[in-house]
């Protein structure tokens, strides 16, 4: 394919240059879409031409040598004018050219170089004439030439045209004027210098553009410079019928005049990659169908159509495959690529019996139990000797340190904390069981209130093995794609045409899924969405391609167009124009157990009460041990390690009667006695009577070794002990024992 140029540079002179424009413009060679640019040999005399060849010239360019603006060019050309009008009354161009002004300079600076050799002998030397000579050889040669030559190449200064020198034997000019012929005249549209090349203004390193220029035709863009030769037909380009997805490519046809218009998402990508050309290429769209309006065959006839040079191209949702490019040469992909699985997707939210214990997984289960029993055993062990509501039977202590730890989860314990071990370690669980009720909490909501989607099939073996009904679009070659690589039995093949019928089978229970391309995927998801999902594995193809004859021209340039496109604005306008706003599609949950909480997340807090508990506890037993350090010294030698923990145990299961608690219920109980007559003398029992053992001292202790309440003697069995009489006398009987 051959693509004529319309870009013509003129390198002319008068008569022939206005003769070759006035005829250019007569054959119709001055409209949109040709270039002519012309060197200084026109440019300079534009201003001397006919009107009648400045009016078939518009939209020319020129470039000219750059003649700056001075005051001694404007005196020259007002004395050169008055000359003119003396000497040549009946001529009306008095215009200047650059030639008229370089004649000038040049023999100022001739005169000049003469004048920096100083008075000298011009004298020429004739040289021997023959017989066959010219009159040229009777000429004489000068004898200072050389030295001559040598003075005008180091002369320089500021002429009319600019700044004279001669570089190489040839005046040096320092810029070119571009000029655009406009109405009655030319109008400057920027410069080049040799230092910064094009530039919208003279003395600027602004790489800008030019100004705005009219080209040929009174156009404002830029023409492409080639095109198709004008006298073939323009390209015909197939494009395929169908009836469904018609975002990619749609034909309708009016009935009242038969004319059919070809629109979709495909042709704005193709108009647009055509226009970015650097040529002009005219084209038509044919779509491949029946006098009946009715598809003419699927995707493979209608590339092979191209193959058979029925059409030109093939523009439309064509995916690139290896065995069609055989015969025919794809362009680079407009759109991603890809054969994936369409599904229904079903809402996962749990709805047994039993999901209060899916917010927590079971190892945080265990944990918290433990924590529970643990920390109510701690609270038991710091309170039991100074708090009354942690005392009395075993079963009754046992069940408040179940009943204490366990009442925290809804902050209901009504027991009384009174050591300050104890409600330094409560505060700490309180935080940590806070912590853990509200994470439960949220996540027991979610389970019961937030979607939870999942994909109803997620393996493509398994529809395989069950011999499950499969959907495939109509025409495609995914059909042939499932039953050669996939493996499907094609009786399990359902064929859809439409995004409304691939829903229709889904509700229906017609098939349990459904391969397509991406491009279609996301078209049908974008519209039902709310219902079925895209599940993979993606298996990889080249996308979308136009299509050309093998070892076309086009097929290059416009693949770079294509990236262009793709890579641009444009395609993200196309994609809102065609398929709409994305819809806020729900998200997949892989699966319901990522709600659930694990002890990763909370071993940080179970640490932190661990050991403020074990420091708690630690704290508690030393200080117990301390203060009994007498009593364990003066316990006899003999006596096993077993009996002395015994005892120290008994010990501890002891009311500890300095606490402020109990001596608050001792004073009460005086106020009692004493509004009954009863007092006590200020005698103190002897503590020796108190180690031996007897049978009235025996019966004063009720139930775990605390006084009886009742009224009795100073000095008698019904007093009070103090703490380290009591344990005296605990120790006294392991002795005896």
């Known amino acids: 394919m051959t693509m004529p140029t319309r870009v013509f540079i003129v390198h002319m002179l008068t008569p022939l240059g206005p003769r070759l424009f006035t005829r250019a413009n007569e054959i119709g060679m001055m409209k949109e879409g040709y270039v002519w640019i012309l060197t200084d040999g026109l440019t300079d005399i534009l201003s001397t031409l006919d009107p009648s060849v400045i009016d078939s010239m518009q939209g020319v360019l020129g470039v000219k040598p750059h003649v700056p603006r001075s005051k001694e060019l404007e005196s020259f050309k007002i004395r050169w004018k008055r000359k003119i009008q003396q000497e040549y009354p009946t001529n009306e161009s008095f215009e200047l050219n650059i030639f008229g002004l370089r004649a000038y300079d040049a023999a100022s600076g001739l005169a000049m170089a003469v004048e920096k050799l100083g008075p000298t002998n011009f004298s020429f030397q004739k040289s021997n004439t023959h017989r066959n000579s010219t009159d040229l050889d009777t000429v004489g040669v000068s004898q200072i030439g050389p030295s001559l030559l040598q003075s005008l190449l180091s002369t320089r200064f500021k002429g009319l045209s600019g700044h004279f020198q001669i570089l190489n034997r040839q005046l040096r000019s320092s810029a070119f004027q571009v000029v655009n012929v406009i109405g009655k005249g030319e109008r400057g549209v920027g410069f080049w210098t040799p230092e910064n090349g094009t530039v919208r203004k003279l003395h600027s390193t602004s790489k800008a553009n030019l100004g705005t220029i009219v080209w040929p035709g009174e156009s404002p863009s830029v023409p492409k410079g080639w095109v198709?030769?004008?006298?073939?037909?323009?390209?015909?380009?197939?494009?395929?019928?169908?009836?469904?997805?018609?975002?990619?490519?749609?034909?309708?046809?009016?009935?009242?005049?038969?004319?059919?218009?070809?629109?979709?998402?495909?042709?704005?990508?193709?108009?647009?990659?055509?226009?970015?050309?650097?040529?002009?290429?005219?084209?038509?769209?044919?779509?491949?169908?029946?006098?009946?309006?009715?598809?003419?065959?699927?995707?493979?006839?209608?590339?092979?159509?191209?193959?058979?040079?029925?059409?030109?191209?093939?523009?439309?949702?064509?995916?690139?495959?290896?065995?069609?490019?055989?015969?025919?040469?794809?362009?680079?992909?407009?759109?991603?690529?890809?054969?994936?699985?369409?599904?229904?997707?079903?809402?996962?939210?749990?709805?047994?019996?039993?999901?209060?214990?899916?917010?927590?997984?079971?190892?945080?289960?265990?944990?918290?139990?433990?924590?529970?029993?643990?920390?109510?055993?701690?609270?038991?062990?710091?309170?039991?000797?100074?708090?009354?509501?942690?005392?009395?039977?075993?079963?009754?202590?046992?069940?408040?340190?179940?009943?204490?730890?366990?009442?925290?989860?809804?902050?209901?314990?009504?027991?009384?904390?009174?050591?300050?071990?104890?409600?330094?370690?409560?505060?700490?669980?309180?935080?940590?069981?806070?912590?853990?009720?509200?994470?439960?909490?949220?996540?027991?909501?979610?389970?019961?209130?937030?979607?939870?989607?999942?994909?109803?099939?997620?393996?493509?073996?398994?529809?395989?093995?069950?011999?499950?009904?499969?959907?495939?679009?109509?025409?495609?070659?995914?059909?042939?794609?499932?039953?050669?690589?996939?493996?499907?039995?094609?009786?399990?093949?359902?064929?859809?045409?439409?995004?409304?019928?691939l829903d229709e089978l889904f509700s229906k229970g017609g098939i349990a899924a459904a391969f397509d391309e991406i491009p279609y995927m996301k078209t049908f998801l974008t519209k039902y969405c709310s219902k079925y999902t895209a599940v993979g594995p993606t298996y990889k193809f080249d996308g979308f391609g136009f299509v050309f004859p093998k070892g076309s021209p086009l097929v290059a340039d416009v693949s770079r167009q294509v990236l262009n496109v793709t890579e641009g604005a444009k395609m993200l306008q196309f994609e809102k124009a065609w398929f709409g706003q994305t819809t806020s599609c729900p998200e997949l949950t892989n699966s319901v157990s990522s709600n659930s909480i694990g002890l990763n997340s909370f071993w940080g807090l179970f640490l932190i009460a661990g050991v403020a508990s074990f420091v708690a506890l630690i704290t508690c037993i030393t200080t117990f041990l301390y203060e009994n350090r007498d009593a364990l010294i003066n316990l006899n030698s003999p006596s096993s390690i077993w009996r002395k923990i015994k005892a120290m145990v008994t010990r501890f299961d002891d009311k500890d009667l300095r606490s402020h608690t109990f001596r608050e219920s001792d004073q009460l109980q005086d106020e009692r006695h004493q509004s009954h007559g009863c007092s006590y003398t200020n005698f103190p029992p002897s503590p020796s009577s108190l180690l031996i053992p007897t049978h009235n001292n025996s019966a004063f202790f009720g139930e775990q070794g605390t006084p009886s309440s009742g009224h009795a003697d100073p000095v008698g069995p019904n007093r009070p002990m103090s703490p380290h009489i009591m344990f005296e006398y605990e120790l006294a009987n392991i002795n005896h024992e």
């Open 228 to 501: 198709l030769p004008t006298n073939k037909k323009k390209l015909r380009i197939g494009v395929p019928v169908t009836k469904g997805f018609g975002e990619f490519v749609k034909v309708t046809r009016d009935p009242s005049t038969n004319a059919t218009e070809v629109t979709g998402f495909s042709i704005a990508v193709f108009d647009a990659v055509m226009a970015a050309l650097p040529y002009a290429v005219p084209y038509e769209y044919s779509p491949f169908q029946t006098p009946d309006g009715d598809p003419a065959g699927d995707y493979n006839d209608l590339i092979y159509q191209v193959y058979l040079q029925k059409y030109d191209a093939v523009v439309g949702d064509t995916t690139i495959l290896a065995n069609r490019s055989l015969y025919v040469d794809f362009t680079l992909p407009y759109t991603e690529s890809g054969v994936s699985m369409i599904v229904p997707i079903v809402d996962g939210r749990r709805k047994n019996a039993w999901v209060f214990l899916k917010p927590l997984t079971w190892d945080l289960w265990v944990t918290s139990s433990c924590f529970f029993v643990f920390i109510g055993f701690v609270i038991w062990v710091l309170e039991h000797r100074v708090n009354k509501d942690f005392r009395g039977p075993r079963s009754h202590q046992v069940g408040t340190i179940f009943w204490f730890s366990f009442s925290t989860l809804v902050f209901a314990q009504k027991e009384r904390i009174v050591n300050n071990l104890a409600r330094f370690v409560v505060i700490i669980w309180l935080f940590v069981v806070l912590i853990l009720t509200q994470s439960y909490t949220a996540s027991l909501t979610s389970m019961l209130t937030v979607q939870q989607l999942n994909p109803t099939i997620t393996d493509i073996n398994e529809l395989i093995k069950k011999g499950e009904r499969v959907g495939c679009q109509h025409a495609s070659f995914v059909h042939e794609f499932l039953i050669k690589w996939m493996k499907f039995d094609e009786s399990k093949l359902v064929i859809y045409e439409s995004p409304e019928k």
